[in-house]
């Protein structure tokens, strides 16, 4: 995937055009595809929403609040004029139909021409927006839908979503997102296995020892109680980010490249995770709620006192659990996963641990030794680590761990594409590697449902855990039974 890309002709439809996501992320995302020099000269953005404003005000908003999200300070006066000459601003209500005759009119006629529908609207509208872009004519061969998360809040709700969708839109049309496998780590993690002799051999049981990955978040709640407060860690994070993660880690390597391949191995994983009992629901699932403390020195409040918040709130902000994954490559090894908010750092990272070496041939204790460990940095920068074991200078046999380390912006000193700037691209090009297929959305569910439903039926309150730490206590006698630790306990402390 190369940054030279030229696509065809497109209109690029967006609605909640006016919403917080296509001025964070979206259009600065288009804005640096238009510097890369990738749409054709005759490619539109039609923002959709729901406001009375015109073109000059809808402008006028994007200078505000989409302009300071953009990379490399304000961008240049010529580009910046070809975007926006792009985008057309439609009002339109995606609950009546009748509204739609605006969108039929900003949209091009011409079939040969790709239509992209991204929906960035609360999934109660996926259907709607779907049956009244069939029932006004705007859905063709060349149409595609992007879906944006939460894609359901359980097993039944994501059917319902697949089912409705799926009768306006086929498969290969619908575009399911999950902004980090638009990471270039998680991409270079496929490289790393598949593109390399060294690893595969050792990508198994008998050489791993466990498996750890961490999504941990350094913000509270903030503007987003109203959805977050329905959601929580479980279902915000680790129910796709988590598990796709773990997916692209554990899986058998597929034929190819090709998008079905791809998303077939990683649903045999999901159909391969161990199933919760209630022993293990009781044992292996940890959640927690920040309490008021310190970031950086600088004191936040806990979760109960944030704006808007219920004051007897029960929704977890951390979520940690042990499982396993039931094939011969991965029989007996554990996978942690965790995430959080108000943690002492923002974080992602997947931590690949080897088993300890057998037999020490040297005189120094063995227990000095570490175990190599491989450290795949998804944020705040990207690169990988490899944790070795190596001989220090001198006359004597000492060794001690040391570090090969390589950062991606270092490393090929070449432009990086954000996230969703890639995804973008791919949604563009219909290419659907990087999207989920339907029923990796449903397997994903059906594995997390139990452990929402022992909360629901639980009444104890989550853990709470003091904001500027990496969780509740809990969470290190979970890795702590089998006698390992989160990678942060086993560094030394500055």
Request: aromatic residues 10%; glycine residues 6%; hydrophobic residues 40%.
């Amino acid at each position: 995937m190369t940054l030279n890309v030229t696509l065809n002709d497109f209109d690029f439809v967006l609605f909640g055009g006016s919403g917080d996501l296509a001025m964070r992320k979206l259009l600065p995302a288009l804005f640096s595809r238009e510097l890369a020099g990738n749409f054709p000269d005759s490619a539109r953005i039609i923002c959709v929403g729901r406001n009375d404003w015109t073109q000059e005000d809808f402008f006028r908003e994007i200078d505000k609040n989409a302009k300071i999200h953009i990379n490399k300070n304000a961008p240049a006066a010529a580009p910046w004029k070809v975007f926006l000459n792009r985008i057309i601003y439609v009002r339109l209500d995606a609950d009546n139909p009748a509204s739609y005759q605006a969108l039929i009119t900003a949209v091009r006629s011409d079939e040969a021409i790709t239509r992209v529908y991204y929906l960035a609207t609360p999934p109660g509208l996926f259907s709607k927006i779907c049956n009244n872009l069939a029932e006004s004519g705007l859905v063709n061969k060349n149409s595609r839908v992007v879906l944006e998360k939460p894609l359901g809040r359980d097993l039944a709700s994501a059917k319902k979503i697949n089912a409705e969708v799926g009768r306006v839109f086929s498969e290969s049309q619908i575009f399911r997102i999950d902004h980090y496998l638009g990471k270039e780590t998680v991409q270079n993690l496929l490289a790393l296995r598949f593109g390399n002799v060294l690893f595969e051999p050792l990508w198994r049981r008998e050489w791993i020892s466990d498996v750890q990955i961490t999504i941990a978040e350094d913000l509270g709640v903030g503007n987003r109680m109203g959805y977050y407060d329905t959601s929580g860690a479980l279902r915000d994070m680790l129910q796709n980010h988590l598990l796709q993660l773990l997916c692209i880690v554990a899986m058998e390597p597929p034929t190819s490249i090709a998008p079905d391949a791809v998303r077939d191995a990683k649903l045999q994983v999901l159909r391969s995770l161990r199933r919760f009992t209630p022993t293990a629901l009781a044992q292996d699932v940890i959640r927690g709620q920040y309490r008021a403390g310190y970031i950086e020195g600088v004191a936040v409040p806990g979760y109960r006192d944030e704006a808007g918040a219920d004051p007897h709130s029960r929704t977890e902000s951390f979520v940690a659990l042990k499982t396993e994954i039931d094939t011969w490559r991965w029989a007996g090894v554990p996978f942690y996963l965790r995430t959080g908010k108000r943690m002492p750092d923002r974080l992602a990272e997947i931590v690949v641990r080897f088993k300890p070496i057998p037999h020490s041939i040297f005189t120094q204790a063995s227990s000095s030794f570490q175990p190599n460990c491989l450290v795949i940095r998804l944020q705040p920068d990207e690169g990988l680590t490899l944790h070795l074991m190596a001989k220090t200078p001198g006359d004597s046999m000492r060794l001690k761990p040391v570090e090969l380390e390589m950062d991606f912006l270092e490393t090929f000193r070449a432009p990086r594409m954000e996230a969703y700037e890639r995804l973008l691209l791919d949604v563009l090009r219909g290419q659907l590697t990087l999207f989920m297929r339907g029923d990796e959305l449903e397997a994903a569910w059906d594995w997390v449902e139990p452990i929402l439903h022992h909360w629901e039926h639980n009444e104890s309150d989550p853990i709470p855990y003091t904001a500027g730490t990496w969780g509740p206590p809990a969470a290190s006698a979970l890795i702590g039974r089998d006698g390992l630790q989160w990678r942060e306990e086993v560094l030394p402390q500055s």
